[in-house]
């Protein structure tokens, strides 16, 4: 029953090479987000795409973008990962007519090594 | 500074007993409350919410309370098992953040 699907699970990246991460979704929800959760830490919002009109949390790093091209899937890119980028990243789902008050469903994330 | 605070940050109960977690938010205008469960390595699942036109809302052995005066929302667990051991995140819009997380209350059900 996966409605948000995150490829790959795991990803192991160099210091200062792009990495793209990608999900999916089967949910045909509206809104797509983006969390990174370090370890033993909370979610923290990085964007979000409210059907295509992109919302950037102030305090993400310009390292961090992200694109949507349609509404089922939106990739996470990280132009130049540095250590302190290693984190477990999480996509997220809502229907959100209005308001942005409908269930998030979160996918399995993807776990990002950095070395 | 922090937008949703949670308490305690660890928490150990008998089996069978209950927990309460609790958390306050900051942003008056909030009207969403969830709570998500989070196993080590899985991901958060969502296990209650309450909207903000209610003040209690209850499913099986969980129940969230919401007290928009005070700004206060809190969980409860009755009759504790040990797969309800896990990590408990409250959450609530902030401003134009749709979610904020609270840091997590660790629960561990001893049995």
């Known amino acids: 029953d996966a409605m948000v699907i995150q490829n790959p699970r795991y990803q192991v990246t160099q210091f200062g090479k792009p990495v793209t991460l990608s999900c999916s979704q089967t949910l045909n929800h509206n809104v797509m987000y983006w969390y990174q959760q370090k370890s033993s830490q909370a979610p923290k919002l990085l964007f979000h795409?409210?059907?295509?009109?992109?919302?950037n949390e102030a305090d993400t790093p310009d390292n961090f973008q992200s694109r949507r091209p349609n509404t089922s899937f939106c990739f996470l890119d990280i132009r130049s990962p540095g250590l302190g980028d290693a984190a477990m990243y999480l996509c997220?789902?809502?229907?959100?007519?209005?308001?942005?008050?409908?269930?998030?469903?979160f996918g399995p994330g993807t776990r990002l090594t950095v070395l | 500074g922090e937008n949703v605070e949670q308490h305690p940050s660890t928490l150990s109960v008998q089996e069978g007993d209950s927990a309460v977690i609790k958390c306050t938010y900051s942003d008056s205008a909030s009207n969403y409350f969830p709570w998500y469960k989070q196993e080590l390595g899985k991901r958060p699942q969502l296990i209650i919410d309450?909207?903000?036109?209610?003040g209690e809302k209850k499913d099986q052995r969980i129940a969230v309370t919401l007290n928009k005066t005070a700004k206060h929302f809190s969980l409860h667990i009755t009759e504790t098992q040990p797969e309800d051991s896990a990590v408990y995140f409250c959450?609530?819009?902030?401003?134009?953040?749709?979610?904020?997380f609270g840091k997590g209350t660790r629960l561990s059900v001893i049995a």
């Open positions: 959450a609530a819009p902030s401003g134009n953040t749709p979610l904020v």
């Open positions: 309450i909207r903000s036109n209610v």
């Open positions: 795409y409210y059907d295509k009109d992109f919302n």
């Open positions: 997220a789902t809502s229907r959100d007519g209005a308001g942005y008050t409908d269930t998030q469903y």
